[in-house]
Structure formats: C-alpha cells, structure tokens
C-alpha cells in the first residue's frame, strides 16, 4: 500500500513539475511574442516616419526608377496632378510595389502594373482586382496627353466608377500613342518616361496568355526615388 501511495505521490510531483514547466515555457514565448511585436511596431513606425520624411522633402516633380527584371524604366510626375503624384511616391518609398508583377501586357497598347495579389501566383485568376481600400479623385489635365511613355493611372469601368476615380495603386505605361489616345480625357495621365522607352517596348513584347498575363514573370523589383535629379 505504502509503496503504491509513494508511486502516486512521484507521479503527482512529476505532474506538477511538468506543469510549471510547461507554464514557465508558455510565459517565455509570450513574453518573446509581444517583445517581437513591440519591436515590429517601433520598425513600421520608423520606418512609416522616414517615408514621411521623403515625402515632405520631394521635389515639385520627382523622377523615380521603376526597376524590372527586364530594366530600369525611369519617370518623372507631374505637378499638376499633385494627388496621383503624391499617393505613387508613398506606396514606391514605402515598398507597396516590390516585387509586384506586370500583369497585363498588350504589344502595341500599353504595360499594367501595381496590384499587390500578382505578388502570389496563387492570386492569378484575380489580378488587376487589387490593390489599397481606396481610389484617388480623377485629375485630368488637358496637355497631359497618352504619348508614348506616358504613366496613368488604371481604374474600374464608367459603368461601376462614373466619376472615373482612378485605382488606388494600378497604373500603366502607354507604349503606343495612336491606340492609347482614345484614353485622353478619361483616364488620369500623372506622368512621363524620361528614359527607360526601350525597356517598355520590350516589355511590351514579351509573349501572353489569353488574358494579356505574361507567360513568364515581368516583375518590378523596386521602385526608388532618383535624388540626383
């Protein structure tokens, strides 16, 4: 009997020791958890204050690098539309484009870009539907024209979008002017290519799906602001 009772009190013991164990791990890793958010949320904050920085600090027409897989497509933004010019600089000094792919490319036409759901492949059947929770007021300046180079925004159809706001993050490239100047007028042009008209055409010319998608990846690596201009 004694020894029986001995047995049940060790293992109550062990029980107990396991516990505590158990319960001193579960702290430790919570107490790591929220340490490691703690130190995300000083990151983002910092790193949220140096974009502010940037953007405070911009020229009235800041020229960026759209760096590609296929190469540097560099593009100024206008002035006078302060609103797409000022929302494409955040999302680029803010990384929103990293690694988003062109997900619709028309050979003769123009070069979509700027959804974040063609980040995961997974997503395809749903590119060009992404992007922020919000669009941007239309701003349509009557000289800024569809030239070739030409950077304006994308946006949803008159049918569901009549006072054509234009997508939070898409926009696209023209790279021919004839087919894209019947866009003037009703799509936000925000800015111009300066150099990099090469890299379009040959983006442009890449092979296609049935949906204009890229049979290989045309992807944007990074967008930088180019401060020696």
């Not at 919570?30 to 920085?53: G, I, L, T």
């Not at 999302?91 to 959804?115: E, P």
């Not at 092979?207 to 992807?219: A, F, H, I, N, S």
């Amino acid at each position: 009997m004694k020894t029986t009772l001995n047995c049940i009190l060790c293992c109550a013991a062990v029980a107990v020791l396991a516990g505590c164990g158990n319960n001193a791990a579960k702290k430790a890793e919570a107490e790591a958890a929220a340490e490691q958010a703690r130190a995300d949320s000083v990151a983002a904050a910092q790193k949220e204050q140096k974009v502010m920085d940037k953007l405070n600090q911009l020229p009235e027409e800041p020229v960026f690098d759209i760096v590609t897989n296929m190469g540097t497509i560099k593009v100024r933004l206008y002035r006078n539309t302060p609103l797409h010019r000022d929302n494409f600089a955040k999302l680029a000094l803010s990384g929103y484009y990293d690694k988003v792919l062109f997900h619709r490319v028309i050979r003769g036409f123009m070069i979509q870009t700027g959804d974040p759901l063609s980040k995961d492949p997974a997503n395809k059947a749903r590119f060009g539907t992404g992007g922020p929770d919000y669009t941007i007021p239309a701003e349509f300046v009557p000289e800024y024209k569809h030239k070739k180079g030409a950077l304006a925004a994308a946006r949803r159809g008159d049918a569901v979008n009549p006072f054509k706001e234009s997508s939070g993050s898409q926009f696209y490239i023209v790279q021919d002017a004839g087919t894209c100047a019947q866009l003037d007028g009703a799509y936000t042009v925000f800015g111009e290519t300066i150099s990099g008209l090469e890299i379009v055409d040959k983006i442009a010319g890449v092979e296609t799906d049935g949906r204009d998608c890229p049979l290989e990846d045309v992807k944007i690596i990074t967008i930088t602001l180019d401060e020696n201009i």
